[in-house]
């Protein structure tokens, strides 16, 4: 391969690398319009970031020797954007754990064929100097062949992610010495405590008791794709859980045992409630509607149309919750709105207009009196239920991506973008203290029926457990959001890798000088993951835990154990690697 053919490699390959780092960053993505809407995977964006990697090649190159048939793939390429435009109309895109969501018209879309157009152009040429006998589609079907492999690359682009910010970890990480990497880590940590504004709580004093911890104690299978939204039945015994495979299954949570999926979605769950007496369960999805089934009889009840358009919202569904009666059910939508809708007849009612952008969140309080919502606008707004007016607007904010009430209806609790958990005084409106500790955005809240634990988990698959009246951090768990807790308190269920979901209990204290301490168990539920994770997988595990339990960083009197526990399962897994070998 020419000098040449290899930078145009490089442009393709970079670009590659920018779509999966996008996608990575704002997760799901969706296109919608007349046709209805379609969700787009990280594939489709790294092929994206390919063919605009291609393009710049293109462009450089046409540049560099006067070419004119670079312009004449560009305005082939444009004529096609505009014709595809004039075909299916308006379009938009949207990606919802973001609140991004612009509109997408003819001059953009001839655009973007133009893009394609010089990208072709530089395919071509790449070709004719590598001297491959393949044509440009095939190219770039071989590329997304290679993508698609997302196991490894999905491994990969977070190794890489850690790389490019100074953290070397395959280096220091491989013979388990990981005391250089964790002292950078804790003097980050230091700098960024000493410049993050921080209102302290009152601290109270907590009764002596013994000692008690988290741990994982089942994983359980059955989804095909990541899980985004939990709820428990009101009696404990089982759950309901959506996700991007457009499934919501039904599980007996004292067993783990899947019983039964609820299917008709035509896109990927983003929202699910159960009624308070636990006989029916709704969804909401990306397809814009919201779905809702007889939980008894496993029976299809309705689609909830809004007026004569045969969606729920003109936007994607991101949450739903029944009043305290059960006989209202609020939505929350990427149109910017809030709807409810009658229980049993799925009619609509009325609609809360007030967010500028997309609603990402929405609680009840526990007398059914007000609504509390949060979204991409960086507001919280509070909704008097009996007249339907705006309460209050709190401002102090990112985007809000998860709010929930006080079992005794006193506080607001919210998480947002800016890594920061805020409780609220909820009748004066006034913010308490903030909860610093996540270092990416806070995706969900859970607080435990007592009103004494709250559970937040953020975008980097770190869940943190807190003790409200205090402010302080009780423990911290490898999991992913969202999160929510069983009602006896002892249990808490959060999302996990590949669709998985973890079961979490809380366990009598032990000794500290117990070898495996807390993280007892077998190697696999020492470090999280099933006994049949790839590898890959597992070291990242591996990675992950050890950024949180090493001393350094981890200063509580369990921390040593904790880490030699991780250590030890690790080792095992290695030893079993070779042995397989």
């Known amino acids: ?138 190219v770039f079907e071989r590329m997304e062949e290679k993508v698609s492999q997302m196991d490894y690359y999905n491994a990969a682009v977070i190794e890489l992610d850690l790389f490019l910010s100074g953290e070397d970890i395959n280096s220091k990480f491989a013979a388990l010495e990981i005391d250089d990497e964790l002292q950078a880590l804790k003097a980050k940590l230091k700098q960024r405590e000493s410049s993050t504004p921080k209102i302290e709580p009152e601290i109270g004093t907590l009764t002596s008791q013994t000692p008690e911890t988290w741990r994982c104690v089942q994983t359980l299978k059955g989804h095909t794709a990541a899980v985004n939204a939990i709820a428990f039945h009101p009696d404990g015994n089982t759950f309901i859980s959506g996700s991007n495979d457009r499934q919501v299954h039904l599980w007996n949570s004292k067993t783990g045992k899947w019983l039964y999926t609820f299917s008709g979605q035509a896109e990927a769950v983003l929202s699910v409630a159960i009624s308070p007496d636990g006989k029916q369960i709704v969804s909401g999805s990306i397809d814009r509607k919201i779905s809702s089934w007889q939980l008894d009889t496993k029976k299809f009840n309705r689609t909830f149309f809004y007026l004569t358009s045969p969606y729920s919202h003109n936007g994607f569904v991101h949450a739903l919750a029944y ?208 006994q049949h994770t790839h590898p890959k997988e597992v070291k990242l595990a591996y990675l992950r835990l050890a950024r949180l339990y090493h001393p350094d960083i981890n200063d509580s009197v369990t921390a040593k154990v904790s880490m030699q526990a991780v250590n030890q399962a690790y080792r095992e897994f290695q030893a079993l690697s070779m042995d397989d070998k």
């Open 1 to 138: 391969m020419t000098q040449t053919s290899k930078t145009g490699a490089a442009f393709i390959a970079g670009g590659t690398l920018a779509g999966a780092g996008i996608s990575s960053t704002v997760g799901g993505m969706g296109l919608a319009g007349g046709f209805g809407a379609v969700g787009i995977g990280t594939t489709p964006v790294t092929a994206a970031g390919a063919v605009a990697g291609a393009a710049v090649y293109g462009a450089f190159k046409a540049i560099a020797t006067g070419d004119a048939a670079a312009f004449g793939a560009m305005g082939i390429g444009a004529f096609g954007g505009a014709g595809f435009s004039s075909v299916v109309g308006g379009m938009g895109i949207v990606a919802p754990k973001i609140g991004l969501a612009f509109g997408v018209g003819t001059i953009p879309m001839a655009g973007v064929g133009a893009v394609v157009g010089v990208a072709a152009y530089g395919v071509a040429k790449l070709l004719d100097e590598s001297q491959f006998k393949e044509t440009p589609m095939q």
């Open 323 to 530: 009043s305290p009666d059960g006989n209202i059910i609020a939505s929350a939508s990427n149109d910017k709105t809030i709807r409810l809708w009658g229980r049993y007849t799925g009619s609509f009612k009325l609609a809360l207009n007030g967010h500028s952008d997309a609603v990402l969140t929405i609680a009840i309080s526990p007398d059914g009196k007000t609504l509390v919502s949060g979204g991409a606008d960086k507001t919280i707004r509070i909704w008097d239920l009996q007249n339907y007016q705006q309460r209050c607007i709190l401002t102090q904010h990112s985007a809000v991506n998860t709010v929930i009430l006080s079992p005794d209806n006193q506080t607001l609790i919210s998480g947002s973008n800016d890594t920061t958990i805020k409780l609220w005084n909820f009748h004066a409106g006034e913010l308490l203290y903030n909860l610093t500790g996540h270092s990416t955005a806070v995706l969900s809240l859970a607080i435990s029926p007592d009103g004494q634990t709250l559970a937040s988990s953020s975008r980097d698959g770190i869940i943190k457990l807190w003790h409200i009246q205090t402010g302080k951090l009780l423990k911290t768990l490898s999991g992913c959001c969202p999160v929510a807790f069983h009602p006896d308190g002892k249990t808490l269920l959060s999302g996990g890798n590949n669709g998985s979901i973890k079961i979490w209990q809380q366990m009598p204290g032990f000794d500290e000088f117990t070898p495996k301490g807390i993280l007892s168990g077998e190697w696999w539920q020492v470090l999280g993951v099933d």
